[in-house]
């Protein structure tokens, strides 16, 4: 009987091109609360992380008092901005297909974001996803990334090795949760964070197509003697 494997995918710059609205959301966050806005150009560098590390970060120098501020003011702009007949936050070409390719493979899907449960909920809803993924890791049931536990908690909840269990992600944040669940770390070039901070995080591959994925979630999780 082959082993069980497991592929836990990010969303935001891995499988949903999501950036323009988050720069855009943090954007009326500052018009909203009277803040001087942050460097649109450093907001990719945040996303990945739990909401109120990343706004923390965006926007330093907030006194603490006014961290929940932050936090609740974003989630409410982004509500309003997915209730807008324009609003648009499309799937990376050749999503679907990837993920049929690999559950015909025999992998089982899962998510870690640093999305709340809410977005998270929405985007798999409005992209017809939701059956897809047998387990789903937020903030809201983990820790926030880079920490391990939502790799952890898929594991544990599918039972899991952490050999037989490949991360996908666009940041070094998820390259470093997977390295220290003892998962295996495919970084994708086309999200939020450089290639050279893919590698640097410890990325044992890098692809820069979808339709790449397969090969390289395949050749990682073979079995040793399939390698030699």
Known sequence: MKPLRLAIFDLD????????????????????????????????????????????????????????????????????MRASPGYD???????????DQLEKAGFLLGIATGKATRGVNHVLNRHGLTERFVTVSTP???????????????????????????????TSFDILMARAAGAH???????NHPVAELQAAGAHRLVDRLEDLLHAIEDLTAPVEDKQ
Not at 15 to 21: E, F, L, P, T, Y
Not at 158 to 169: A, R, Y
């Open 13 to 80: 710059g891995t499988i949903v091109d999501s950036q323009a609205n988050i720069i855009q959301a943090v954007a009326e966050v500052s018009r909203s609360l009277g803040l001087p806005p942050p460097d649109p150009a450093k907001v990719p560098g945040v996303i990945g992380l739990s909401l109120k590390e990343a706004l923390v970060r965006l926007f330093p120098h907030v006194d603490t008092s006014r961290h929940d501020d932050l936090d609740r003011e974003y989630r409410e702009i982004f509500v309003r």
């Open 89 to 99: 936050e499309p799937l990376f070409a050749g999503t679907h297909e990837v993920l």
């Open 140 to 170: 809201d049931n983990s820790p926030g990334k880079p920490h391990p536990g939502m790799v952890l908690r898929a594991m544990a909840e599918i039972g899991v090795e952490p050999k037989n269990t490949v991360v996908i992600g666009d």
């Open 185 to 191: 770390a495919v970084g994708v070039s086309w999200g």
